[in-house]
Each structure stands twice: as structure tokens, then as C-alpha cells.
């Protein structure tokens, strides 16, 4: 008979077997990688992690504040989100709502001040959760969004197959760059982090965006009119 602890550690060897496969993988692709696709000048600091992110922005915002997290997985960072109001997505573990983010945002009617968006990182999945996220979220609230900064090519491709992958969520940027009434800036530290503030109270109506005419090379382009900013920056950021 299966219990809770054999689920889990089943699930625990599970994760570890596929984490050598990946970087098995990786390491025979590195040649590759190396000659004949793109790369791009990001150094990813780890000093700061996504949780201290989201603490410095909570830190921005009353102590009654609605904090929503889709996509939780283990809980890694929703188990460290100090606040009484908060609101984890995740279908199959983790948070404490067990619905898809389509799901949610249908019957939703709760205003957010700080959102995380750390679910499905495929660019399309990525496009509906941050729209029903920036419909939903409080004006000068914030929208964290994970894995938006790849470094080299071979990491964003849209089925997994490395020890680091950021599939094609990085492509949102350029969606974000037709959006006026928002503040965008990437944060380097973690997996690669985009900040997005709602600065109006005028919602998102365009819902079908083409991705698929935007590749790695434009995003490098891209990566010199998009502000960076450091925890200092951020800490002061109004």
C-alpha cells in the first residue's frame, strides 16, 4: 500500500534521476551550443534569490496585501511568503488551490498587489497567465515573472531537454513592449527575472499575440532597450 511518504519519495528520485539526465544531455550538447548557436552577455547574479525579490516587494505594500503565486510546485517559495492573504495556484501540488490558472482567473474575483508567475513555461501559457494576472492586479501593483532571462539558445527551446531551461517564456517581452500603461525592467538574479508595475487602471484587451516570427537573436537585440536593475535600484523603486 502506497502511502503519502511513498509518493513523495518516489517523486524525490523521480526528480533527481531526470536532473543527471539533463545534465548528461547538456554536457554532450555543449559543442553545439558553443559553435553554432546564439548567446547572450547575461550574468545572472546569485546573491539574491526570488524569494528575496518578493520580499523586498511585499516590503512595498501593507501588511493586508494580496500576494497570488501560480504555478508552486514543491512550495519552495510560497512556503516563504510571510503573508495572511495569499494565494497559491498549482493543479497538481503545492499552494493551496488545486485548480489550473485558467480555472482560477474564471471564477476570481479578488484584487492582487503582488503576483508571481512561476507556472507552465510555454510562451502562450505564459501570455494568458499574465493577462488575467495584470486584469486582476491592484494599479502600482507588480508582477514577478521567472525564467524571462536566458543566457544561451539551447536553454529555450520548447521542449525540455537540458539541466537549465527557460523554454520560450522569454518571448512575453515582446508582447510587453506594445503595452503602454506598464513599467518593465528584467532583474538579474535567480533564474532571470522580468518586474512588470501596473501604472494605470486601464486593463489588457488584445488577447492573441504571434510569437512565432520572434527568435533568441531579437531577443539579444532587445536586451539593450529594456532597463536592468540591481537590488539597490529596486529597494528605491516608487
Not at 73 to 82: A, E, G, P, V, Y
Not at 88 to 116: A, L, M, Q, Y
Amino acid at each position: 500500500m502506497f502511502t503519502i511518504s511513498n509518493i513523495k519519495f518516489f517523486d524525490y528520485l523521480y526528480r533527481k534521476l531526470r536532473s543527471v539526465l539533463y545534465l548528461f544531455i547538456t554536457i554532450l550538447i555543449f559543442p553545439y551550443q558553443a559553435f553554432f548557436l546564439s548567446k547572450a552577455k547575461i550574468k545572472l547574479k546569485k546573491d539574491y534569490s526570488r524569494v528575496d525579490i518578493l520580499k523586498i516587494l511585499i516590503d512595498k505594500k501593507d501588511s493586508d496585501m494580496n500576494y497570488l503565486e501560480i504555478g508552486c510546485d514543491l512550495n519552495q517559495t510560497f512556503s516563504k511568503i510571510n503573508l495572511v492573504n495569499k494565494y497559491g495556484v498549482d493543479p497538481i501540488r503545492g499552494g493551496n488551490i488545486r485548480k489550473t490558472s485558467s480555472e482560477f482567473f474564471k471564477d476570481n474575483i479578488t484584487s492582487f498587489d503582488i503576483v508571481f508567475i512561476d507556472g507552465s513555461h510555454l510562451v502562450e501559457d505564459v501570455h494568458e497567465d499574465f493577462i488575467n494576472s495584470f486584469n486582476s492586479l491592484n494599479v502600482g501593483g507588480f508582477i514577478l515573472l521567472d525564467d524571462v532571462l536566458p543566457k544561451y539558445e539551447i536553454n529555450t527551446t520548447r521542449r525540455r531537454f537540458t539541466s537549465v531551461s527557460n523554454q520560450d517564456a522569454y518571448k512575453i517581452i515582446f508582447f510587453l513592449n506594445q503595452i503602454k500603461h506598464i513599467e518593465f525592467y528584467y532583474l538579474p538574479y535567480d533564474h532571470g527575472l522580468g518586474l512588470v508595475k501596473k501604472i494605470s487602471n486601464e486593463n489588457l484587451k488584445i488577447f492573441n499575440f504571434n510569437y512565432g516570427v520572434y527568435n533568441f537573436k531579437q531577443f539579444i537585440e532587445n536586451l539593450e532597450k529594456v532597463k536592468f536593475l540591481d537590488i539597490k535600484e529596486l529597494k528605491f523603486l516608487n
